[in-house]
C-alpha cells in the first residue's frame, strides 16, 4: 500500500515555465518533508512543514501543507534547468515521541529543458 | 562538516555471490538508517541503529540480509547470496537521534545482480 501518492510521476517543461508538483495521502501525517534527489546522488531535504496550512518559501520554491495534513503541494515559478531532479516528499508520524520513521512517496522526476 | 560517505559506489556482482556496503555517517550522529531505494521508487527504510543497537529491523529481509554496527559509528549492510531482485541503490542516512526528523542521506551505493 502506497501512503503516499506524489503527482505527477514524470514532468518535462522548458526553462521559466512555473508548475506545481503534489503529494496526496489519507493518513494524517505529523510532518511532511521535501527532497530533492539528483542523479547518483542521496535525497536532500528542502522543507519540513508541520503545522496544517503552513506554507513555506525556499526562493522560488513554495511548499504547503494542506490544513488536515493529508496532503502537500510544492510550486516551483521560473524553472530552471538546474531544478532538475527527482522530488520526494515524505511523511512521519509521531510514534512515541520518535519521529524518526519517514514514509517515502514514489517521487516526481522534473526536467527542465534549457 | 563532511557528509554521510558511503562505498562503493557502484557494485555489479552475478546472483548468489554476497556483496557488502560500508557506511560512515556524519560525526556525532548516534542514529543511523539503511534504505534500499528501488528503480521508480522513494526510498523504504531496511533498518534504524541507535548507537550499536538495531532498534528497527523489521524491514530487514533476514534469510539473506544482515547488518552491524559495533563501535556505533560505522555500519555494514550484507546480502548473502545476492538475487536479481536485489537490484537497487542501497542509501545510508544519519540523525543526530531518533527525534530528529532531519536525516542526512549518502550518495549511495548502486547494486546491480546479474
Known amino acids: 500500500t502506497q501512503l503516499l501518492e506524489q503527482s505527477p510521476q514524470f514532468l518535462s517543461i522548458q526553462e521559466g515555465e512555473n508548475l506545481t508538483v503534489y503529494c496526496n495521502s489519507s493518513?494524517?501525517?505529523?510532518?511532511l518533508q521535501w527532497y530533492r534527489q539528483e542523479p547518483g546522488e542521496g535525497p536532500v531535504l528542502l522543507v519540513t512543514?508541520?503545522?496544517?496550512?503552513e506554507v513555506k518559501k525556499l526562493k522560488r520554491l513554495t511548499f504547503q501543507f494542506g490544513d488536515a495534513r493529508k496532503d502537500s503541494s510544492l510550486h516551483i515559478t521560473a524553472a530552471q534547468p538546474g531544478d532538475t531532479g527527482l522530488y520526494l516528499c515524505?511523511?512521519?508520524?509521531?510514534?512515541?515521541?520518535?519521529?524518526?520513521?519517514?514514509?517515502f512517496g514514489k517521487g516526481t522526476l522534473l526536467t527542465v529543458n534549457p | 562538516e563532511a557528509g554521510v560517505v558511503q562505498s562503493p559506489r557502484y557494485k555489479i556482482i552475478e546472483k548468489k555471490q554476497p556483496v557488502a556496503f560500508w557506511c560512515n555517517p556524519i560525526?556525532?550522529?548516534?542514529?543511523l538508517y539503511w534504505y534500499r531505494q528501488n528503480l521508480g521508487q522513494g526510498p523504504e527504510l531496511l533498518i534504524r541503529y541507535e548507537n550499536e543497537e538495531a532498534v528497527d529491523d523489521s524491514q530487514l529481509p533476514k534469510d539473506r540480509f544482515s547488518a552491524e554496527r559495533l563501535k556505533g559509528v560505522d555500519s555494514t549492510l550484507k546480502i548473502q547470496p545476492a538475487e536479481l531482485g536485489d537490484s537497487a541503490v542501497y542509501l545510508c542516512a544519519s540523525s543526530l537521534d531518533s527525534s530528529q526528523e532531519t536525516q542526512y542521506f549518502g550518495p549511495g551505493t548502486r547494486l546491480l545482480v546479474l
Open positions: 493518513s494524517v501525517f505529523s510532518s
Open positions: 512543514v508541520v503545522t496544517g496550512g
Open positions: 560525526s556525532g550522529h548516534n542514529t
Open positions: 515524505a511523511g512521519t508520524k509521531n510514534s512515541g515521541g520518535s519521529n524518526y520513521k519517514l514514509t
